[in-house]
């Protein structure tokens, strides 16, 4: 359940990230994370809570900063990157505990983080669905999207708490430096074999729970971390795409 609900809601909105070219902000974002997880950690709370309220604090202010800076969103998010990574680097508590935060593993979820899981991927399913059009309209063009009657600055807003949400819950599958790899290799297989949005994010979606319930499954066959064998199967996928794109 954890697996699919997960899958589905990061490749969904993967498809938006990839067709606005944020790979790398969706990707340098889930290490802006890793302060908030290893406080929590270190307070012996819930590392989730910690994940979230970091990123959202960190995409309200990259918004904010973004408004009044001549940088660009990814320049921001590369600095809140670098920063996050050293800062939680030197937070945490333990060399074992900063090894899961990097890498995950899924097979070590509670009850409790896995209801979290689920219910934030369907949360980000759900609104991502909602706001198709508005999400549609505003990656072709802000201008566009304003004409149209779709608040800009809101949407964008939205989208990128969506992302700090998947993000958090995909940190606790796969870790902080392999998640950007749910959210970006799906999408860019889908991206391969499809040529219309809804297309592309289906497609995305089903290649999401592939990769996670196909490579948790295989690492709990084989007893390794799941992290990287859902990446690895991944990966595998969008080489099988791009030959399928080119026949």
Do not use: C, W
Not at 127 to 140: G, I, K, N, S
Request: glycine share 10%.
């Amino acid at each position: 359940m954890t697996g699919v609900s997960v899958g589905i809601g990061v490749s969904l909105l993967g498809t938006f990230v990839i067709l606005r070219r944020m790979a790398l902000v969706g990707d340098a974002l889930s290490h802006v994370a890793l302060p908030g997880m290893a406080l929590a950690v270190t307070y012996k709370l819930n590392p989730f809570l910690g994940a979230v309220v970091f990123l959202f604090l960190a995409v309200i202010a990259i918004t904010l900063i973004e408004r009044h800076s001549v940088l660009p969103v990814d320049a921001l998010v590369g600095v809140f990157f670098t920063a996050g990574l050293g800062v939680g680097a030197l937070l945490s508590p333990s060399a074992e505990s900063l090894l899961e935060a990097l890498f995950g593993d899924i097979a070590k979820l509670h009850m409790v983080d896995a209801e979290i899981a689920v219910g934030a991927g369907l949360l980000v399913t759900i609104v991502t669905m909602l706001l198709f059009r508005d999400f549609a309209y505003l990656t072709l063009s802000p201008e566009l999207a304003h004409s149209e009657g779709v608040p800009v600055q809101r949407t964008e807003l939205i989208f990128m708490l969506l992302l700090a949400v998947i993000v958090a819950v995909g940190i606790k599958l796969v870790g902080t430096l392999l998640v950007g790899a749910l959210i970006i290799i799906p999408a860019s297989i889908a991206k391969n074999v499809t040529g219309s949005l809804r297309g592309m994010a289906f497609v995305s979606a089903v290649v999401g729970v592939v990769a996670v319930v196909g490579g948790s499954g295989i690492a709990g066959v084989f007893h390794l971390p799941p992290g990287p064998v859902v990446t690895t199967v991944a990966a595998g996928l969008f080489l099988v795409s791009l030959f399928v794109r080119r026949s």
